[in-house]
């Protein structure tokens, strides 16, 4: 079961401000994905192979492994606006403790 306290904790990590409402809605959203999903245990799957691709009898495409061209530093960097000292600038995403 998901509690309102988890799912503060989640949007908090996510930096997402939920309001009161918000968190209720979530918390009963996932709960019912969550016992929806549980009732996949009671599928009775006797007899049924394990299957690891839609794709099993064609198996998995395969392509050769050879070196193509690519784009240079200077070519790929052309496409942002923001570089710096040779590298893409973006913004700050973990901030420390």
Known sequence: ???EKDI????????IKLNDGEVKKFTSD???IVEYAAM?????VTGIEPMYSPNIDEG???REDAVKLSLTQSEALAASRYVDRGHFRVPKIIEGQ
């Open 40 to 44: 996949l245990k009671e599928v009775d």
């Open 8 to 15: 503060a904790y989640v949007a908090d990590l996510a930096k």
């Open 30 to 32: 996932l709960n019912d």
């Open 60 to 62: 998995t495409p395969e």
């Open 1 to 3: 079961m998901i509690s």
